[in-house]
């Protein structure tokens, strides 16, 4: 794999886990809430 791709592929991999953990805690927060 090129550098290109592996960028590429890391900037996926850390903004699916961001988007995981921002719901997560939305979800928490929710929860804590009610």
Request: proline letters at 0%.
């Given at each position: 794999m090129s550098t290109i791709e592996k960028i590429t592929l890391i900037v996926a991999i850390v903004d699916v886990l961001a988007v995981v953990i921002f719901y997560i805690?939305?979800?928490?927060?929710?929860?804590?809430?009610s």
């Amino acid at each position: 794999m090129s550098t290109i791709e592996k960028i590429t592929l890391i900037v996926a991999i850390v903004d699916v886990l961001a988007v995981v953990i921002f719901y997560i805690l939305l979800k928490r927060s929710k929860n804590k809430k009610s």
